[in-house]
């Protein structure tokens, strides 16, 4: 196994295509290579040694993904999400302590007063369109200070620092080594059998473990390509698909959607450039999209289970031969994953909280000691990571996750799954989206919420929709309200976002 993110991304051949983009040329294996090189000496010559935290706000294309790679081999990476405000931006800066900051040449935004207000130093990312994709060289703003030691980072060194969402608290520091890095890339390349014949196309935002892992880093480590689109758009999507000419695509739930909405009118484009399969990951992929997917592309879709922490990936539904199960986020795939007692700590074979050990797994969360108190424990002569997730395998091995434990709606008592509601009411012949969740209830704790977008040209009623319900599930389970939205709110990768929706729609004091 590649310990480092440099010794995965050193076997290949160096005239293979690595990184693709709208009208660009291709970069290609060996040129990364090069321009890792160059990145380090940019880095040394500013200052910035192999322990030192280098936070990365570029748009999403080729030069961030090559950013990642390239700083990741020589400092510690930090990408944050460019549509921060300046205080978001002076807060991960300062928690993370970050010592520079990379932006685009012409970049004139909050992250920039965000760093002059906390004296961090500014790193200037230059590249041009004539240029192969994600080649860019780093110019220091300011004097220039005393150059670091060449030291290079080692397999147990920090390579990737990214925040917990933080939807219920404080945003949590998560720690992914080196070797948590090329361990996960290799699960995936593995998983998703890459070859360097393999292309990605990748529409996930790369201040995301999602797209720096799934579709950069195991891209990379298998010799593979990855062709950067600036960021999701389903009208742009199929038009980049021809272009792209991919094998494979990864995304979460939400964008399936919207592709498939748009892909019966593309399917010249669709026909023209037969898919390998499709991968989601991320949020849970509802069966019936899985169905409609694997039917619209003729094409295998693989859904995946991944978190920050799991350095992304931790099961997946296997490639054929073997089934694709859809509901169930597959197979391990990388670390051991078991079931635990929710509050006990020991592991169990029924219903519980997923559980997981391996190379990829964090070693804990920065400076927060209670946290980890509370998400590690031995068991087995394992050390595990409690998810936060509940699920089960069957008797194939396959699992089921019923929800995120603190999503699971209490209502007097009686447990509900925000899934198993979305999975009935996506039955409904009219809805095209949806999302459970808990809203406040004076005398049971929570009731049962729900909010939908309809199908383009098809009606329904907060009525027939719950009355639909009715006939398919337990009464308790019924949404008690269900909202009809054109759009329904999504956090900053994409996900719809359960907690805190019932805030956000006005049902807080209801």
């Known amino acids: 196994m590649g310990s480092t993110l440099k010794a995965l991304l050193a076997p290949h051949a160096d005239d293979l295509p690595a990184v693709g983009a709208p009208g660009r040329p291709w970069l290609s294996h060996g040129g990364l290579r090069r321009l890792a090189g160059a990145v380090a000496a940019d880095l040394r010559a500013a200052g910035i040694g192999a322990l030192d935290r280098v936070a990365i706000v570029l748009p999403n294309g080729p030069e961030m993904a090559t950013a990642f790679v390239t700083i990741a081999q020589a400092a510690v990476t930090a990408p944050l999400n460019p549509g921060y405000r300046q205080e978001e931006f002076e807060f ?40 192969p994709a994600g080649r860019f060289s780093l110019a220091a703003s300011g004097a220039a200070p005393s150059p670091a030691a060449a030291a290079e980072p080692g397999p147990d060194d920090i390579a990737l620092i ?179 007692h929710e509050v006990e700590n020991r592991l169990i074979t029924s219903t519980g909280e997923v559980v997981i050990s391996g190379p990829n797994v964090t070693p804990g969360y920065e400076g927060n000691p209670d946290a980890n108190a509370r998400s590690f424990f031995m068991a087995d002569g394992q050390r595990w990571f409690r998810t936060g997730d509940q699920g089960a395998f069957d008797g194939d091995g396959y699992l089921s996750l019923t929800g995120r434990l603190k999503e699971i709606i209490n209502r007097g008592g009686e447990k509900i799954s925000p899934l198993e509601v979305d999975g009935v009411l996506l039955d409904h012949p009219a809805v095209a989206q949806v999302v459970t969740f808990a809203m406040p209830h004076a005398k049971l704790g929570e009731e049962v919420a729900a909010a939908v977008v309809l199908r383009e040209g098809i009606s329904a009623t907060e009525r027939e929709i719950r009355d639909f319900a009715a006939g398919r599930m337990a009464d308790f389970k019924v949404p008690r309200k269900v909202i009809i939205l054109d759009e329904i709110p999504k956090g900053a990768t994409g996900k719809m976002q359960r907690i805190g929706l019932a805030e956000k729609l006005g049902l807080a004091d209801a």
């Not at 970050?98 to 970049?107: D, F, G, K, S, T």
């Not at 130093?121 to 230059?126: K, S």
């Not at 389903?234 to 892909?263: C, N």
């Open 92 to 131: 991960y800066l300062d928690d993370l302590k970050a010592r520079a900051l990379v932006i685009p040449q012409a970049y004139d935004g909050p992250a920039l007063a965000a760093a002059e207000k906390l004296g961090i130093a500014v790193l200037r990312l230059v590249s041009g369109p004539e240029l």
């Open 162 to 340: 990214l925040h917990t969402s933080g939807t219920t608290s404080r945003p949590k520091i998560v720690p992914l080594t080196q070797a948590n890095v090329a361990a996960s890339a290799e699960h995936i390349r593995e998983t998703l059998a890459l070859t360097p014949v393999d292309r990605c196309l990748n529409v996930m935002p790369l201040f995301h473990i999602h797209g720096l892992i799934a579709a950069v880093a195991a891209s990379l480590s298998a010799g593979a390509s990855i062709w950067c689109a600036p960021g999701f758009d389903a009208l742009k999507f199929f038009g980049w698909m021809k272009d792209a000419e991919p094998s494979w695509y990864t995304a979460v739930p939400t964008m399936h959607q919207a592709i498939l909405t748009r892909a019966e009118r593309n399917r010249e484009i669709i026909d023209a450039t037969p898919l390998r399969f499709l991968r989601s990951s991320s949020a849970s992929l509802p069966a019936q999209v899985m169905t409609a997917l694997a039917e619209t592309f003729g094409a295998p879709v693989v859904e995946a289970y991944g978190m920050t922490e799991a350095a992304h990936q931790m099961a997946c539904n296997p490639l054929p031969p073997r089934a694709q199960k859809p509901g169930s986020v597959g197979v391990a795939a990388g670390p051991l994953v078991r079931i635990a």
